[in-house]
Each structure stands twice: as structure tokens, then as C-alpha cells.
């Protein structure tokens, strides 16, 4: 028991030592953030089990199959760390969002930011919000888009799994 008091003791001795990472005296080391940076093709797949989807006439929805046309695939165009776009690559219309909550095709870019929630990722529209809440970009349990006025980041609705696509 003291040889592990001890060792812990002298690990936070080094820990606080001048020079060491993350004491007020060091420069900070900058983050990597790779994974929130530039255009990747990605599959986004929702916790409700539903493919997201833009069809050929700007409707968003969800789809059970993971085989289905291009309008599955995205790319997540990177606007700045954490603010990405989604554009459908088969159909070209991005997704987006009104200030009523309602998801559609655009051929405008619309910006979401990207949050990593309950280790899903959630996307919040950047320029609406509802009552002072986000909206974020959901699909309910018939894979159907959720109004973003009745979503919530603790909801299962706006969680989804990106899934690269090789």
C-alpha cells in the first residue's frame, strides 16, 4: 500500500513540474482535429436505425437499406473546425434546415455544427434556433425527419454513426 502511495505521490510531483503539459507555465500543445477537418464521403446512419437520405426531388428521409442509391453517401464539407455542410453526392442538394425546424434539400449551403454526444454525433443548425434551443437534424423511429423544433441533444432522434465509406 505505501509503494503505491508513493508512486502516486511522485507522479503528480512530475505531473506539476515546471515544463509539464498542461501546467499554466507551458505552451500548449495544439489539438488535432483531423477528423473535423476537410470533404469526406460518409454514410450517416441514426440511432433509429435509418440511413439518411436526399432523394432526387430534395426530400430528406431515412432508409433501411444500406445498398440504396448515392443519395446515401455525403460529403461533409468542413466550413471550419466543427461547422460542416452535407451534400448529397448523387443528388447535389445539400441538407438543411428553415427556421421552423423543417429538413429539405438545397442547393444552398447550410451550415451544421458537429458534436460528438453519448459517442454519436449530433448536428445542430448554425443559424436557427427555437426559443433560444438548438435545432438539430433528426429522424423518428418510421425514418422520417424529426422538426427540429421537437428535438433535444438527449433524445435518441439526433444521434447518428458516421460511416466512411471505403
Known sequence: VRGRLWLGLAWLLLARAPGAAGTPNSPRRPRSYMHLEGDVRRRLF???HFF???????HVQGTRWRDSPDSVF???RSIRVG????KAVNTGFYVAMN???RH???RVCAKFRERIEKGYNTYESVPWRHRGRPMFLALDGRGAPRRGVRTQRHHPSPHFLPVLVS
Request: hydrophobic share 35%.
Open 46 to 48: 441514426s440511432s433509429t
Open 52 to 58: 439518411l437520405c436526399v432523394d432526387p426531388s430534395g
Open 74 to 76: 455525403f460529403e461533409m
Open 83 to 86: 461547422v460542416l455542410a452535407l
Open 99 to 101: 427556421r421552423r425546424g
Open 104 to 106: 429539405s434539400g438545397s
